[in-house]
């Protein structure tokens, strides 16, 4: 297929789901298909993917929503920070009612705590050039899809001299993620829906070890309805020819080799660490730190702040959710004492989460 209208054809969906549950037939057992990454969560939702599917195929969500993997202590220390007088923290709007240990940032605002609402990460450079007197603070958080943006940021800073100018950084890798989730084996995954937007950064080939080294298959799938179905499809043949491979699905956006440039970008200004990812735990190289060349910016060294891991919100399932363990209707506080008007956790708050694409879409 060429133009988008092709994949919102009818026709398309009602025959990929008779393809599915024809191969459903081929199976031996109930599988698990997790897909990774929120907006495929709130596709799976909207449409009513997941009550298409036979009952031999379940649906598990993913820890692919930035927000809702940004550790408690993260918040917390972005919360101190705005209390400063000489800071201003500027930040994705999404992050804005994450519930840290005591507060979030929408509450710190509504006290007078210096926080703005920006786009991208070169808003917040602008804003520094703006308030030469403060020191902006720029949340750093998402995926390989948002980090080229960031690390392009950082190096015009550097380039233009600009010492006002710093980044809490809780970015994240996707590939270390699903390594941990399948080393775990707290769920069982067959399958993996892979996301296409980190995918058109890191392409094919990090994803290569979940067929290798664990012997199941995953698919980089877009965005439509019929680019979800169809991946699921896909992974059906895969485990019923019992040829776990790696499946580009997405090749009108995702090449082979995804974007080398971006890459050379992101890894010339970061370096691979470990890192906490809320509710799930620390997870090796699976973080960036900056580089020592760009170190300047790093406002844990310019405000001496260090990271110490914190229990998240108490009765909150979020962890279990994003590892595939349990479900929003698992949780008690669902629907009830968590909601989007008053989150209890990160999985609620985004408009990616799992909850709330539960909340909104799948509610009974
Ligand atoms: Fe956490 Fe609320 Fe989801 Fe329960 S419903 S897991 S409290 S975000």
């Given at each position: 297929?060429?133009?988008?209208?092709?994949?919102?054809?009818?026709?398309?969906?009602?025959?990929?789901?008779?393809?599915?549950?024809?191969?459903?037939?081929?199976?031996?057992?109930?599988?698990?298909?997790?897909?990774?990454?929120?907006?495929?969560?709130?596709?799976?939702?909207?449409?009513?993917?997941?009550?298409?599917?036979?009952?031999?195929?379940?649906?598990?969500?993913?820890?692919?929503?930035p927000?809702?993997v940004t550790p408690?202590?993260y918040?917390?220390?972005a919360?101190?920070?705005?209390?400063?007088?000489?800071?201003?923290?500027?930040?994705?709007?999404?992050?804005?009612?994450?519930?840290?240990?005591?507060?979030?940032?929408?509450?710190?605002?509504?006290?007078?705590?210096?926080?703005?609402?920006?786009?991208?990460?070169?808003?917040?450079?602008?804003?520094?050039?703006?308030?030469?007197?403060?020191?902006?603070?720029?949340l750093s958080v998402g995926?390989?899809?948002?980090?080229?943006?960031?690390?392009?940021?950082?190096?015009?800073?550097?380039?233009?001299?600009?010492?006002?100018?710093?980044i809490l950084s809780g970015n994240k890798?996707?590939?270390?993620?699903?390594?941990?989730?399948?080393?775990?084996?707290?769920?069982?995954?067959?399958?993996?829906?892979?996301?296409?937007?980190?995918?058109?950064?890191?392409?094919?080939?990090?994803?290569?070890?979940?067929?290798?080294?664990?012997?199941?298959?995953?698919?980089?799938?877009?965005?439509?309805?019929?680019?979800?179905?169809?991946?699921?499809?896909?992974?059906?043949?895969?485990?019923?020819?019992?040829?776990?491979?790696?499946?580009?699905?997405?090749?009108?956006?995702?090449?082979?080799?995804?974007?080398?440039?971006?890459?050379?970008?992101?890894?010339?200004?970061?370096?691979?660490?470990?890192s906490e990812?809320?509710?799930?735990?620390?997870?090796?190289?699976?973080g960036l730190?900056?580089?020592?060349?760009?170190?300047?910016?790093?406002?844990?060294?310019?405000?001496?702040?260090?990271m110490?891991?914190?229990?998240?919100?108490?009765?909150?399932?979020?962890?279990?959710?994003?590892?595939?363990?349990?479900?929003?209707?698992?949780?008690?506080?669902?629907?009830?004492?968590?909601?989007?008007?008053?989150?209890?956790?990160?999985?609620?708050?985004?408009?990616?989460?799992?909850?709330?694409?539960?909340?909104?879409?799948?509610?009974?």
């Amino acid at each position: 297929m060429r133009y988008i209208e092709e994949y919102r054809k009818p026709e398309f969906q009602k025959k990929i789901i008779q393809y599915i549950q024809k191969s459903v037939n081929l199976l031996k057992d109930k599988i698990n298909l997790m897909e990774v990454c929120g907006t495929h969560t709130m596709v799976i939702g909207r449409y009513g993917i997941r009550k298409l599917m036979p009952e031999r195929i379940n649906l598990l969500s993913g820890p692919g929503c930035p927000v809702c993997v940004t550790p408690t202590s993260y918040i917390d220390i972005a919360i101190e920070l705005s209390k400063r007088d000489d800071v201003i923290i500027t930040t994705f709007g999404d992050m804005m009612k994450v519930p840290g240990s005591y507060s979030s940032l929408e509450k710190e605002r509504a006290n007078g705590g210096k926080i703005i609402v920006i786009y991208s990460p070169y808003d917040a450079l602008e804003i520094s050039k703006k308030y030469f007197d403060k020191n902006i603070i720029f949340l750093s958080v998402g995926f390989e899809t948002t980090i080229p943006s960031i690390a392009q940021t950082i190096k015009i800073a550097k380039r233009d001299g600009v010492k006002n100018f710093f980044i809490l950084s809780g970015n994240k890798l996707i590939p270390p993620a699903l390594e941990f989730l399948l080393k775990e084996k707290s769920s069982k995954i067959d399958g993996f829906i892979c996301p296409g937007h980190v995918s058109v950064i890191i392409g094919e080939e990090p994803y290569r070890f979940i067929s290798e080294k664990f012997n199941i298959p995953c698919v980089i799938s877009g965005f439509e309805p019929f680019d979800v179905l169809y991946s699921i499809y896909l992974i059906l043949q895969a485990i019923i020819r019992k040829q776990p491979k790696v499946i580009n699905e997405y090749k009108r956006a995702v090449k082979k080799s995804g974007n080398k440039k971006a890459r050379e970008i992101i890894y010339e200004v970061f370096d691979v660490c470990d890192s906490e990812w809320r509710g799930i735990g620390v997870i090796e190289n699976s973080g960036l730190k900056l580089k020592d060349k760009y170190k300047e910016f790093d406002v844990g060294i310019k405000f001496n702040i260090e990271m110490k891991n914190k229990e998240g919100n108490k009765g909150c399932l979020c962890g279990k959710i994003l590892k595939g363990e349990k479900t929003p209707f698992d949780c008690p506080l669902f629907g009830k004492k968590c909601n989007p008007e008053n989150p209890v956790g990160p999985c609620m708050v985004s408009s990616e989460g799992t909850c709330a694409a539960y909340y909104k879409y799948e509610r009974k």
